[in-house]
């Protein structure tokens, strides 16, 4: 186990080295004029221009330009924004608060209701396995955008049940008002792993050990609790995993939606202003989530199945 763990540990530092110099490689082929950009659009002169261009080091080599940028990464400092002039850390922080809450919140859904439903329409038979299965498949076919749409209008104008926009104040009213957008967030995805789940479950009813377990006359729970869940949450969590780190990015879609100040709605902004030090800070932020997350799934897996350890 302990060799399995310093094996994906390597592989999510290597991941990580060639993720952040895709990320400033790609935005420093990306078009756009970065000295436009700290002029905030405005025309400059030659002389301005030249001493934009020193102060930001934007002749250096590409390759000293990378290691500096990665250096100061690593200790939380991603320059200042062209734009707003600011540290682009104070930016992030200033909207990292509601992103987090608003993927929690959407996580929470997702794994609990999803796999809630899935069980249920894998054990019950009749009516509710097929309504519950049939629910499932029509929310997989909606997008996040249809979602927001259809709950700000009937919850939020129609009903006035919920805010229209904003993020509140204080932890209660933050929930309030991420509510619609976190159920947005999840719509789709709870319903993928429902099915995920439901197929996983419905799998393992027909494994030979568990119709073993039954004819043996072992109480329906205790097969279900001991021989089907467990085998069955593998597939279920690494699907889980990869939705999860998904969301940071499916954020921004409802961010906007909901006129929500995060980092989805700010990268949205940020790639549209070619303020290329927020962008490249962003991009990071996704790709480190995106390999925590999936590192912390390969743990649980391995703790679920001993044998993926062994590997």
């Not at 320059?79 to 600011?86: I, P």
């Not at 029509?138 to 749409?149: D, E, Q, R």
């Not at 006035?160 to 509510?179: A, C, E, M, N, Y």
């Not at 902004?269 to 799934?297: E, G, K, T, W, Y």
């Amino acid at each position: 186990m302990f060799s399995f763990i310093v094996r994906r540990l390597v592989f999510s530092v290597l991941v990580l080295f060639i993720a952040s110099f895709l990320i400033y490689g790609s935005l420093e082929l990306a078009p756009g004029d970065p000295v436009t950009a700290l002029a905030a659009g405005h025309p400059v002169d030659a002389q301005t221009r030249a001493r934009l261009t020193a102060e930001n080091h934007l002749n250096d080599p590409f390759l000293v330009r990378y290691a500096r940028w990665t250096e100061n990464a690593l200790h939380g400092d991603f320059g200042r924004s062209y734009l707003e002039g600011e540290s682009v850390g104070t930016l992030i922080r200033a909207r990292v608060g509601t992103t987090l809450l608003l993927v929690s919140m959407s996580s929470l859904l997702i794994i609990l209701g999803g796999v809630a439903i899935g069980t249920v329409a894998a054990l019950r038979r009749g009516w509710t396995g097929t309504a519950l299965t049939a629910a499932a498949g029509m929310g997989l076919g909606v997008p996040t955008f249809v979602a927001s749409m259809l709950l700000l209008t009937v919850f939020a104008v129609e009903l006035g049940w919920f805010p229209v926009f904003g993020s509140g104040s204080g932890f209660i009213d933050r929930i309030w008002h991420l509510t619609l957008p976190a159920i947005a967030l999840a719509f789709a995805s709870m319903a993928y792993i429902a099915r995920v789940t439901q197929a996983s479950v419905e799998g393992e009813l027909q494994r030979e050990h568990v119709m073993t377990a039954t004819a043996r006359g072992l109480p329906r729970r205790q097969v279900i609790r001991r021989h089907v869940l467990r085998n069955a949450s593998i597939p279920v969590a690494t699907a889980s995993g990869l939705i999860v780190a998904y969301l940071v990015v499916g954020a921004a879609v409802v961010e906007q939606s909901f006129s929500l100040n995060g980092l989805g709605s700010f990268l949205v902004s940020s790639i549209s202003r070619d303020d290329f030090p927020v962008v490249q800070a962003i991009a990071l932020i996704v790709i480190v989530v995106f390999v925590v997350v999936n590192f912390i799934v390969d743990l649980l897996v391995s703790f679920l199945d001993p044998r993926v350890g062994l590997e």
